[in-house]
């Protein structure tokens, strides 16, 4: 036997293997282990007997099972860092647009050139999966028609014996990529359904005819700070290696704000998203609609349903919106109900970005002090702002500096360029996680100080996570739930929300109530609103 034929044999074995891998390989990384390749699929027997018929029968099933199996690789990747990212499978028509949003944070992170190659990487892994599914299908139909009179009777019986192995309910055998597509052609069609469903309810709004002077009455003359910290989730509270330095941390914030006379109420939320899509969770929760795609999103902002920042606008607030993480044109943002929206470019912040956290929290606060609580004959405000210095990549970490000093942010330059770099934190999973905590505590350190320094009797803010981190990062591929904190100095605000059975400090139990992000507005209009006589419709006798 000639060299030649023993390559030639060898490359055939090993396409027949790289297929039973393709065929087997589950679509979460945690489920990868020599034993889910200890598995029968179906589809290896079915490919093999398509590729045997005849002539040009044969040859056009090669070429639609290798663009079919480029297909499946791809999901199949997809599905992979979906899960670690996302915590849930790729969706086909929800989720095209988070390779624009990828480009933007890895090009913040990296540079443009990153993010150019990125895209250049996906383009051409897809036409080498395609390209290698061909080849590897063309050494498979080689090997079945060197004698097809064998193959096809023995593909049949091993057709026969993966019925019996399913008869006899054996749990390694299946139809993983078939049952894959059909998911993902379900899941496609759903979503369609789910479009069209929410645009026909989206607009039956509770609060629709409540939008006058007498909501939320009993905030009147406060300052209402609705503060979605990035990535701020349970998991902190509750898993190692997060739970006891936070717990540590919380307990410290606890008894600092109690000294200044503040009173806290805690409890949970469960975000509609994980790992990333912010705006996604800002949007549940200032809607009291439950928004979990971005076609979801982009159909919200084009009904007429309120905001809780436009409630409070038709209440006689001044809206604001303190989003650093901005920075390209925001059309949807009119949506909300802003009268001004700071992004990345019109808060003063002449420092150096940390990575692709445009501005570090502390200097968000500060800004915001400055340009809309100083002064006395003003209206009040309310403020929807993003603290992103926990949004990946978690380094540099900034740390706090004395109030008067933060300026225009140039003293923050220094933190800024120290540290070690992405690349360095990210190669191990145990630095990541130390450097996303570091990060949750400054978010918390900067709240306590701000409060500390700025908090009187007029200031009411409102803390809760956007949604958990990556389940690479929490550990916890089902993690969706977020703390939430009502922090008041006034304790005629902590009454009005009793009902709630909020736990106080800022610890909350396992015990303490979790709702769901989309019951936030309505629960928080119900809590602060007094009914009147002009608002229920009854006229007092004269």
Known sequence: ???????????????????????????????????????????????????????????VAKIVMAVILGIVMLLRAADLMSHEVLGRPFDLIFDIHLLADGGNVLSGAMGEFAAVGFGLLLVTLSVVLCWLAFVMLGRVQQMLLINARVSAPVLAALLVAWGLFGV?????????????????????????????????????????????????????????????????????????????????????????????????????????????????????ALSGAWIDSETRFKTLVMSERLTLNRLFQKAGWRTVAAMPGITMLWPEGEYFGYDHIYNAHNFGYEGEPFNWVTMPDQYVMSALQARERNGSSRLPVMAEVALISSHAPWTPIAKLVPWDEVGDGRIFNKQALAGPTPEVVWREVESIRDHYRQAIEYMLSNLVSYVQEYGDENLVILLLGDHPPAPMVSGDPDARQVPIHLIARDAEVIKAVAHWDWQPGMLPGSDAPVWRMDELRDRFVEAFTVETASSTGVVAAE
């Not at 490359?11 to 390989?25: I, K, Q, R, T, Y």
Request: a negative charge; glycine letters at 8%.
């Open 1 to 59: 036997m000639s060299y030649r034929h023993i390559f030639n044999i060898s490359l055939n074995l090993a396409a027949c293997a790289g297929l039973f891998a393709v065929l087997s390989v589950p679509n979460q990384l945690v489920w990868v282990s020599p034993a889910a390749f200890v598995y029968f699929p179906l589809e290896f027997m079915l490919i093999g007997l398509l590729l045997l018929l005849p002539g040009r029968f044969g040859r």
């Open 168 to 284: 006899f309910g054996s749990t390694r055998s299946g139809s993983f990529t078939l049952d894959q597509l059909v998911w993902h052609g379900r899941d496609t069609l759903n979503s369609v359904l789910d479009i069209r469903q929410f645009a026909e309810t989206v607009e039956d709004d509770a609060l629709a005819d409540r939008a006058d002077s007498t909501l939320l009455n009993r905030l009147q003359g406060k300052d209402v700070f609705v503060v979605f910290a990035e990535s701020y989730g349970r998991v902190l509270l509750e898993r190692e290696p997060f739970a006891e330095a936070m717990t540590a941390t919380l307990t410290s914030a606890q008894g600092t704000l109690a000294a200044e006379g503040v009173q806290i109420r805690s409890a949970y939320l469960t975000s509609p998203v994980a790992g990333g899509l912010s705006w996604l969770a800002h949007a549940s």
